[in-house]
């Protein structure tokens, strides 16, 4: 009897949007012809949050009033390899008021699209796919685990890399 091996499955277009977001520790602010640097999404304080909804959902001034602005993500792999920009990210929609960093409230933005750029190309991500799917477990500490490997278990580094099957390019 032979055993299969369940195989690994690339995360949906959604999944990797999802994930760039959530583990982002910057981005670029784009609005009212403005580009503004924002670090240390860390999720805490005014500036570590990002709020995404739906147009039009009540609960916000009418889109009259609303401010377009462009949310800009880049995602870098954790360790130096040959291709370092993995994806960028691209979130547009409305706010409520021109962008400022000098505010105490997190910032609310009414979603008009996100747009992954990748290796495979560009692919839109509603807002729909992106509220249904998970975000990679692993995303959030894989730069500490691979720091960790190479620094503390470096004779494991070759063995592993025989595990992988090298692209042609």
Do not use: W
Request: aromatic share 2%; hydrophobic share 35%.
């Amino acid at each position: 009897m032979r055993l299969s091996r369940p195989r690994a499955t690339q995360p949906t277009r959604a999944e990797r949007v999802r994930s760039i977001l959530t583990v982002s520790h910057s981005m670029t602010v784009v609005s009212d012809g403005l580009h503004t640097e924002v670090r240390r999404l860390d999720g805490t304080g005014a500036m570590g949050h990002i709020h995404l909804h739906a147009p039009n959902d009540g609960n916000h001034a009418p889109s009259a009033e609303r401010v377009p602005a462009r949310l800009e993500f880049t995602d870098i792999a954790a360790t130096p390899v040959r291709d370092r920009l993995r994806a960028r990210v691209t979130v547009t929609g409305l706010l409520a008021s021109p962008y400022s960093t000098d505010t105490e409230q997190s910032t609310c933005m009414e979603f008009g699209q996100a747009v992954l750029e990748d290796a495979e190309g560009r692919t839109f991500v509603t807002l729909e796919e992106l509220e249904e799917a998970e975000t990679d477990p692993v995303a959030a500490c894989e730069a500490g685990m691979l720091t960790h490997l190479v620094d503390d278990h470096a004779e494991l580094v070759p063995l592993l890399l025989r595990l992988v099957h090298p692209r042609p390019e």
